[in-house]
């Protein structure tokens, strides 16, 4: 069965400090993981996609990183800011389809402290 | 910012009514999508479509509809809103066949039923 696991559930650290989440997935065959961010009442935003051939990828204050062969995958985020508090989801595609299929974590609900 | 917006982004309403949630994008994407998505769990694929006239039926049972006339628009409209359909529903939509094209997310609409 596909699934994306993410952990912790829920995060609170101080403004300034750095934190890593994790995402474990299942799905086969697999095409591509992104992690998105989405704040309290709006949609999830795209952050970062890797591909298979990809261990690495930032944006700014974040980066990820995936192991193909663990299936894992990081979300690192530094020098936090409040601004960061949001929900960060971790969703894989498959690609057994042209859909792109997306197989959704449940997200890593992060708070920003001042 | 994508350009997707959906509207009412909060409705609340009694059991027995007909709602319409609207989404619309002014990206020309092809694929659009309907997800549900409780606090803290994970998104659910109710409804896609690959273009005018295509809708499809997602990973989760739903008691909604959904029609594609224009390329821009993709309502969802329950006939008979029971408190069970309480949730939010986030629109999304891409373009393009390849699974590494980003679906943007629009903000979603939060539907209380009473």
């Known amino acids: 069965k596909n699934q994306v696991e993410q952990s912790p559930q829920s995060l609170i650290i101080l403004e300034g400090k750095n934190c890593t989440l994790q995402?474990?997935?299942?799905?086969?065959?697999?095409?591509?993981l992104r992690w998105y961010k989405q704040d309290t009442g709006r949609g999830p935003v795209s952050l970062t996609i890797?591909?298979?051939?990809?261990n690495t990828k930032s944006n700014g204050r974040y980066t990820a990183t995936l192991d193909a062969d663990t299936k894992q995958s990081s979300l690192h985020i530094t020098a936090s800011q409040l601004s960061d508090s949001a929900s960060y989801i971790c969703?894989?595609?498959?690609?057994?389809?042209?859909?792109?299929?997306?197989?959704f974590g449940r997200g890593t609900q992060l708070t920003v402290w001042p | 910012e994508a350009d997707i917006y959906q509207t009412p982004r909060y409705l609340v309403i009694g059991t027995g009514k007909k709602i319409t949630l609207e989404c619309s994008q002014t990206?020309?994407?092809?694929?659009m999508y309907w997800y549900q998505q409780d606090p803290g769990m994970e998104l659910h694929l109710i409804h896609y479509?690959?273009?005018?006239?295509?809708?499809e039926k997602g990973d989760l049972s739903s008691e909604s509809t959904v029609s594609r006339i224009r390329t821009e628009h993709f309502p969802l409209t329950l006939e008979s809103a029971r408190p069970s359909h309480t949730s939010q529903y986030l629109c999304?939509?891409?373009?393009?066949?390849?699974?590494?094209?980003?679906?943007?997310f629009g903000p979603g609409t939060r539907l209380l039923v009473l």
């Open positions: 999304a939509s891409r373009t393009g066949t390849s699974g590494m094209k980003t679906q943007y």
């Open positions: 995402c474990n997935y299942t799905v086969s065959p697999f095409s591509n």
């Open positions: 890797m591909t298979f051939s990809e």
């Open positions: 969703v894989v595609s498959d690609r057994g389809s042209t859909l792109g299929r997306l197989y």
């Open positions: 990206m020309g994407h092809d694929k």
């Open positions: 479509s690959y273009g005018v006239n295509s809708t």
